[in-house]
């Protein structure tokens, strides 16, 4: 398969807010945008042509993929027969068997333990009689999740065995995995990624700061523990070493009190936090999913200076304007779309400098957060 020139038609599938960026990286180089997405999804406007219909919609998929140049599949809903079927069609760069894992928690926690990476205890159930022991094993408190990827994974905490009528209702509705809850010292993210002629880059690993199970702020350090640097990137290199195909891998890993890291999730869609400017890593990180989408080859991502980056959320707006003034050294971005979920991001503030401590206290001295 041959890299994509301008001029050539990108199909994007799906896709969250965040998707507007890489758009706006491929219409400056050159390439034209078709997107295909469900109606209550996010509608990007600097999209050439958008295809509104459901990821079951297995013929409209169809016509979609041969309308395009390539294929570029930003969300986990489409079952990986269907993915398979429209790779005959069109390109498609990416890996068959990390969508896989990203759409199958029990596939992503077997492929794990296979590969001697550790995962916090757990077990499925496919019925809620089958619930009390398995807690009683895993101990309190727990995670109750969906095994498999439909609009979204759906998570309940668990903190003992008083069950209301929502952990029933989702029992009864699929499969679904209860995992250990490990007290989080530290939440880390990863992205690797292989392109199209085999080179293959860890982007800058980042240390995620959460309130109440929202990203607050990811700082991307040179001063980061050297130990688990190695660790980090350790666990990404065995991760990146079993998956085939040009691709783009997200990882979250969670430090527990005792020192011991284990992974959370693998998945094939961007993170948030590694939203990266071109002030921060040589190529933005819009600029290198676009790359991998098109079969270019992608530059080394040293981290260039320290940074934060800062989601922007809906409640947050007002300040956030106000802050675009007075704060004229920060890098703003709002990303271009309409619709969509509200508790996702509408945008990004990226901070930068010699010091994330000091921009750390500059975050939580400007009252953004407040």
């Given at each position: 398969?041959?890299?994509?020139?301008?001029?050539?038609?990108?199909?994007?599938?799906?896709?969250?807010?965040?998707?507007?960026?890489?758009?706006?990286?491929?219409?400056?180089?050159?390439?034209?945008?078709?997107?295909?997405?469900?109606?209550?999804?996010?509608?990007?406007?600097?999209?050439?042509?958008?295809?509104?219909a459901r990821y079951s919609d297995k013929q409209a998929l169809s016509?979609?993929?041969?309308?395009?140049?390539?294929?570029?599949?930003?969300?986990?809903?489409?079952?990986?027969?269907?993915?398979?079927?429209?790779?005959?069609?069109?390109?498609?760069?990416?890996?068959?068997?990390?969508?896989?894992?990203?759409?199958?928690?029990?596939?992503?926690?077997?492929?794990?333990?296979?590969?001697?990476?550790?995962?916090?205890?757990?077990?499925?159930?496919?019925?809620?009689?089958?619930?009390?022991?398995?807690?009683?094993?895993?101990?309190?408190?727990?995670?109750?999740?969906?095994?498999?990827?439909?609009?979204?994974?759906?998570?309940?905490?668990?903190?003992?065995?008083?069950?209301?009528?929502?952990?029933?209702?989702?029992?009864?509705?699929?499969?679904?995995?209860?995992?250990?809850?490990?007290?989080?010292?530290?939440?880390?993210?990863?992205?690797?990624?292989?392109?199209?002629?085999?080179?293959?880059?860890?982007?800058?690993?980042?240390?995620?700061?959460?309130?109440?199970?929202?990203?607050?702020?990811?700082?991307?350090?040179?001063?980061?523990?050297?130990?688990?640097?190695?660790?980090?990137?350790?666990?990404?290199?065995?991760?990146?070493?079993?998956?085939?195909?040009?691709?783009?891998?997200?990882?979250?890993?969670?430090?527990?009190?005792?020192?011991?890291?284990?992974?959370?999730?693998?998945?094939?869609?961007?993170?948030?936090?590694?939203?990266?400017?071109?002030?921060?890593?040589?190529?933005?990180?819009?600029?290198?999913?676009?790359?991998?989408?098109?079969?270019?080859?992608?530059?080394?991502?040293?981290?260039?200076?320290?940074?934060?980056?800062?989601?922007?959320?809906?409640?947050?707006?007002?300040?956030?304007h106000i802050l675009t003034i007075i704060k004229p050294h920060w890098?703003?971005?709002?990303?271009?779309?309409?619709?969509?979920?509200?508790?996702?991001?509408?945008?990004?503030?990226?901070?930068?400098?010699?010091?994330?401590?000091?921009?750390?206290?500059?975050?939580?001295?400007?009252?953004?957060?407040?």
């Open positions: 398969m041959s890299q994509l020139l301008p001029g050539s038609i990108i199909g994007i599938i799906g896709g969250d807010s965040q998707i507007a960026s890489v758009i706006l990286i491929a219409k400056r180089l050159g390439y034209r945008i078709y997107h295909f997405r469900e109606e209550d999804e996010p509608r990007v406007l600097l999209a050439d042509k958008e295809v509104i016509n979609f993929a041969v309308q395009v140049d390539t294929i570029y599949v930003l969300t986990n809903a489409i079952e990986i027969d269907t993915i398979v079927s429209l790779s005959g069609k069109t390109r498609y760069y990416q890996s068959f068997e990390l969508a896989e894992i990203s759409q199958n928690r029990m596939v992503e926690k077997l492929f794990l333990e296979e590969h001697a990476i550790n995962v916090a205890p757990y077990g499925m159930i496919t019925s809620i009689g089958e619930l009390p022991s398995l807690l009683s094993s895993i101990g309190f408190p727990a995670v109750l999740e969906t095994n498999r990827f439909k609009k979204k994974y759906t998570q309940m905490m668990l903190y003992d065995h008083d069950m209301d009528d929502q952990v029933f209702q989702l029992v009864e509705e699929q499969s679904c995995m209860v995992t250990a809850f490990v007290p989080g010292q530290r939440h880390f993210s990863m992205t690797i990624l292989r392109d199209y002629e085999d080179h293959i880059t860890i982007l800058p690993i980042t240390e995620d700061v959460y309130v109440d199970g929202k990203l607050k702020y990811a700082i991307a350090s040179k001063r980061m523990n050297p130990e688990w640097v190695g660790e980090l990137r350790t666990i990404a290199s065995k991760i990146m070493r079993s998956i085939s195909g040009s691709t783009l891998v997200s990882i979250q890993v969670v430090m527990a009190k005792s020192g011991i890291f284990y992974v959370k999730k693998v998945d094939q869609l961007p993170l948030l936090q590694h939203q990266f400017s071109a002030r921060q890593i040589p190529q933005s990180f819009s600029e290198i999913v676009l790359r991998l989408a098109t079969g270019l080859g992608v530059l080394e991502s040293g981290l260039i200076e320290e940074g934060l980056i800062v989601p922007i959320y809906q409640e947050m707006l007002e300040k956030a890098e703003f971005e709002y990303f271009q779309v309409e619709g969509g979920n509200l508790q996702e991001a509408v945008g990004v503030i990226r901070l930068t400098g010699a010091s994330s401590v000091d921009l750390v206290n500059e975050l939580e001295l400007s009252g953004l957060h407040d």
